[in-house]
Structures are given as structure tokens and as C-alpha cells.
């Protein structure tokens, strides 16, 4: 192995390394000492790294950042593929898959909350509205009925499905509207396109 690749290779590491003790114990009830023993290197090694704790920490966030604004990530790739509002059941599913695929990165975004204050994910928020807006223009999404917004409608659904899929995913409270994880898309499906008003007779 080359240097340039043990260099990475220890990078890494330490970055999957912090990674579950952050989640398992916290940021300020892990030590670098810990991190360093997980994965393998010397304690000096992670500081040819990372300035400080909280620069692993920070970097570790943007590693996920970066796969999570990844053109090819699911739910990218459902609203560049398909056009809304038809594509609310595809909106679901691609939800589900990414709260599976991030679960760490979400987790540690409440580690950040707890832990510093939101001090650093801002970046997942940042410029939501005009990133949503670019999609939509993107795939040709017209206007909504009753001069309801494109783009407020758009992050209501899909931070919609991002609240029950963390919850039955993360938070372990599984089954909690009672139907299988695909019957909950179709209501909300549902219930985005048509309302909970009754019918009228």
C-alpha cells in the first residue's frame, strides 16, 4: 500500500470509527483516545487528520453532506426522473430508501442538535426552497390548484414522509399508523392529492 493510500485508509478509519461512538455515546462522551483505539492508529495519527474532535466531527458531516446532495442519491434521482405532483407514491419510496441509507447521518444531525446547538448542519436547510424550486422547473411542474406553491407543496411531502420513515426506521416506534410502510404511502398519497375535507354529496 502506498503512503497517499494508507493515508486514506487511516482517514477512513477514524471516520467510520468516530462515527459509531458518536452515535452510541455522543460527542462530548467520546473520547479521542476511543476513536483512535476503534480504529486502529495512534492518537497522533488522528490529529495528522483532524485539528481537533470537533473538526472530525464537522468532517465526518460533510462526508455524508456529500453523498447526500449527490445528483444519484434516491430521492434526487425520483424528482429529476419523474414530474410532481404524479410522482407522490415514487416521492415515498425514494424517502424510505434514503432514511435507510443516511440513518447515521440523520442521527448524528441530532447529535449536532443536542450536543452544539445545530451549530453545523445548517447545510442541509440552507437554500431548501430554492432547490426544490430548480427541481421543479427542471421536470416542467406547472402551476397547483388554488394557487397552492410548487415548492412549499414539494418539501411538505417529502419532509412528510421523512418524519414517518425516521420514526418507524429510527426511532424504532415501528407500525405506528398501523399498515405496512407501503399502504402509508398510498394515504399520504392520498391525502396530498385529495384532501381530508369529506366529500360533498
Not at 80 to 103: C, D, H, Q, Y
Not at 107 to 126: M, N, R, S, W
Request: glycine share 6%; charged share 30%; hydrophobic share 40%.
Amino acid at each position: 500500500m502506498t503512503k497517499t493510500a494508507r493515508r486514506t485508509d487511516n482517514r477512513d478509519r477514524i471516520l467510520k470509527a468516530a462515527c459509531a461512538l458518536f452515535l452510541k455515546q455522543g460527542f462530548n462522551g467520546t473520547s479521542t483516545r476511543e476513536i483512535a483505539d476503534k480504529a486502529g492508529v495512534s492518537l497522533g495519527n488522528i490529529y495528522n487528520h483532524f485539528s481537533t474532535k470537533e473538526d472530525l466531527f464537522v468532517s465526518l458531516l460533510k462526508e455524508y453532506e456529500a453523498d447526500y446532495f449527490n445528483h444519484d442519491q434516491p430521492l434526487a434521482r425520483t424528482l429529476a426522473m419523474t414530474r410532481f405532483p404524479e410522482n407522490l407514491e415514487a416521492i415515498g419510496e425514494a424517502s424510505k430508501e434514503v432514511v435507510e441509507r443516511f440513518s447515521d447521518y440523520i442521527l448524528l444531525t441530532y447529535v449536532d442538535v443536542v450536543e452544539f446547538d445545530a451549530k453545523h448542519i445548517g447545510k442541509l436547510f440552507q437554500n431548501m426552497r430554492e432547490r426544490y424550486s430548480a427541481v421543479l422547473k427542471a421536470n416542467g411542474t406547472g402551476p397547483l390548484r388554488e394557487g397552492v406553491d410548487p415548492a412549499g407543496a414539494l418539501m411538505m411531502v417529502v419532509w412528510g414522509y421523512f418524519n414517518y420513515f425516521i420514526m418507524e426506521k429510527l426511532f424504532k416506534v415501528q407500525n405506528h399508523y398501523g399498515m405496512k410502510d407501503a399502504d402509508v404511502v398510498k394515504l399520504f398519497a392520498r391525502v396530498y392529492r385529495r384532501g381530508i375535507e369529506p366529500d360533498k354529496k
